[in-house]
């Protein structure tokens, strides 16, 4: 992607931080954070030298559509899965954008896909993207093992970019569950795979439920939606 698009001015009066926020936003983008990353990066599955200069992360993300969100009943449907796949390649398109912004003044910057799996066996991605909106002040991780924000509650999907420009990350997040007790998610799990604590949470039995829908509904993706519908919010 070429830096045609990026506006130097606009870059010198509001900062690169507030200008990529901007950006993104204006894309649609629903959440926008960093993350100081230095003590985590160590877990990614990337190569160590190429992540070893790249401290920091920028955490986007994109409320689903609670009228799609709305049509599921005991499953994942056409709908929600073509909507998914939308939103993964908006995150994708955004990440680049952003990427780009980052390369122009001359910083390194690693777009992370929002959805791909590289550890099948244990279901994967390079990094968890969700990890990384915690400490970028997003929300915690819910007793449904998904990240839950304090406006949209699960129903944000999340990419991540990787770089060594010098931000400034967030600070306070909550790292911990802190679920309120409404106990939705437990109820509309066709797996039941989600327990009353984070810990008790069932990543065998969920991704059973997730390969069943995979070949029974049609879908070419690992996909549920069912207690992304439920949770609106901490």
């Not at 796949?85 to 122009?104: E, G």
Request: charged share 15%.
């Amino acid at each position: 992607m070429g830096n045609s698009h990026i506006n130097r001015g606009a870059i010198f009066k509001m900062g690169i931080c507030e200008y990529m926020r901007d950006v993104a936003l204006k894309q649609g983008i629903s959440v926008f954070g960093v993350a100081d990353i230095k003590n985590v990066k160590q877990g990614f599955l990337l190569s160590q030298e190429v992540v070893a200069p790249l401290d920091f992360a920028i955490s986007i993300g994109y409320r689903l559509s609670r009228a799609v969100l709305d049509t599921l009943t005991d499953g994942p449907n056409q709908l929600y899965y073509f909507h998914y796949q939308r939103v993964n390649i908006l995150l994708d398109t955004v990440a680049l954008q952003v990427s780009s912004i980052i390369q122009s003044k001359g910083y390194m910057s690693l777009p992370i896909p929002a959805s791909q799996v590289v550890d099948w066996e244990n279901q994967r991605g390079h990094l968890s993207h969700r990890a990384i909106a915690v400490m970028a002040g997003h929300g915690f991780i819910g007793i449904n093992n998904l990240l839950v924000h304090p406006e949209y509650g699960s129903q944000t999907r999340f990419a991540t970019i990787l770089t060594n420009i010098p931000l400034k990350p967030a600070t306070g997040e909550k790292s911990v569950c802190a679920c309120s007790g409404c106990m939705k998610c437990i109820a509309v799990c066709p797996a039941g795979a989600i327990g009353k604590t984070h810990e008790e949470f069932s990543p065998a039995l969920c991704a059973a439920k997730l390969e069943e829908f995979q070949k029974t509904r049609n879908i070419s993706q690992m996909i549920c939606g069912l207690c992304v519908k439920a949770c609106q919010g901490a």
